[in-house]
């Protein structure tokens, strides 16, 4: 029943993101296509694993909030999980919601920006000699993360450097250990 409810959730933090970027439409506000490089590992608790290189893609609104900020909804596909030792690998495929808060200090495209992300887990395997392993029961379907990096617009083109840094264990196991994401993304936007 609770993860029922938790897809609902994220349903409905769509569907929100959805309704508040339609009605703001008109109001300097922006779409766009983005995708890029994820250097993706496990934290925390974890032992022996290292990054891995995965990619990410999606689409964005941005809405000009106020004169040097912008509010950026974003709906991400991404590649995550890490490298283990030997040849192995934990394959953690995410949809991904950021809401993200652009500042742009000055008038030139430079910007920081932050914001928390809810991502929905849609596959999940460890990845050893060539056999590949379901493992998406045992871990949490949502997955809780702040995002915080820079970057700059040229025009149409938005480039990106992000951290997000998982703040749930990927795990459910209540082993008194925690394992949350680690995500750094390089991103290639373009705005319409």
């Known amino acids: 029943l609770s993860k029922k409810l938790l897809k609902l959730a994220f349903l409905?933090?769509?569907t929100f993101c959805l309704v508040i970027t339609s009605q703001l439409h008109g109001q300097n506000t922006s779409f766009g296509l983005k995708g890029g490089?994820?250097?993706a590992t496990?934290?925390?608790d974890a032992d022996f694993v290292s990054t891995k290189v995965g990619i990410h893609i999606g689409a964005f609104s941005q809405i000009e909030a106020l004169d040097k900020l912008v509010f950026q909804p974003e709906l991400v596909y991404s590649a995550q999980g890490a490298s283990l030792e030997g040849d192995g690998k934990a394959k953690y495929n995410y949809l991904n919601v950021p809401l993200i808060l652009k500042f742009y200090p000055s008038q030139q495209g430079f910007h920081i920006h932050a914001g928390p992300q809810l991502g929905l887990l849609l596959s999940a395997e460890l990845s050893e000699g060539?056999?590949?392993l379901d493992v998406k029961e045992q871990l949490n379907e949502l997955d809780?993360?702040?995002g915080v990096g820079v970057g700059y617009d040229i025009n149409n083109i938005v480039l990106d450097a992000r951290y997000n840094l998982g703040l749930n264990s990927t795990?459910?196991?209540?082993?008194?250990f925690t394992y949350p994401n680690r995500t750094f993304q390089l991103s290639f936007g373009?705005?319409?």
């Open 12 to 14: 409905l933090l769509i």
């Open 37 to 39: 490089i994820n250097l």
């Open 42 to 44: 496990i934290g925390g």
């Open 130 to 132: 060539g056999v590949d």
């Open 144 to 146: 809780f993360a702040l």
């Open 171 to 176: 795990t459910d196991v209540d082993d008194g």
């Open 190 to 192: 373009y705005k319409f």
